[in-house]
């Protein structure tokens, strides 16, 4: 059963979906910088090239000659195997880390496609939502249609109910198709 379950909860779970929605939206977001990218690039393109034509090859050639010596000269191969090591722990510790960077940044964005998606079907965020239950005071008179369902309720036998909403208005629907 746990298979089943897994592949349940896999096949219910919509992050990759909202996941793939914050990548549209990202997207979608970059790609209206782009001309400006492009108008950009037009205007600083001329000084760029002229700087590479002016560049002086041996001049380049001479500095990076002096790099790779300074380079060579720097590697003690007594040290090498120490070097390798270090090189190879520290390999896994950034791997490690950008790991989790990456998992940070896939929450990030299926947080963000969870909230497009909402905008894109015109539905409220839930931000707003629990920022006006905390604001707005409960309402003492319950709806009408609350008590009749009620006391149809109290006449079945009592089953597991589902927490408590804060909106009386969910609770009344709620209540009213429990009633049926």
Request: glycine letters at 4%; aromatic letters at 4%.
């Amino acid at each position: 059963m746990a298979i089943a379950d897994d592949l349940k909860k896999t096949l219910t779970d919509p992050t990759p979906l909202y996941f793939a929605a914050g990548t549209a939206d990202l997207a979608v977001q970059q790609a209206k910088k782009v001309p400006d990218l492009i108008e950009q690039l037009r205007a600083e393109a001329p000084a760029r090239i002229e700087a590479v034509k002016n560049t002086d090859p041996k001049a380049v050639q001479e500095a990076v000659t002096a790099k790779f010596a300074e380079v060579l000269g720097a590697i003690d191969p007594k040290k090498l195997g120490e070097t390798a090591q270090d090189l190879a722990l520290r390999g896994v510790g950034v791997a490690a880390e950008y790991a989790v960077r990456a998992k940070e940044t896939y929450d990030k964005v299926a947080v963000h496609g969870e909230q497009a998606v909402r905008t894109w079907r015109g539905e409220v965020s839930a931000e707003i939502v629990d920022i006006a239950v905390a604001v707005e005071p409960e309402a003492d008179a319950e709806p009408a249609s609350e008590p009749a369902a009620e006391a149809a309720a109290a006449d079945k036998p009592v089953a597991k109910k589902a927490p408590a909403r804060k909106s009386t208005a969910k609770k009344a629907v709620v209540t009213a198709d429990d009633a049926s």
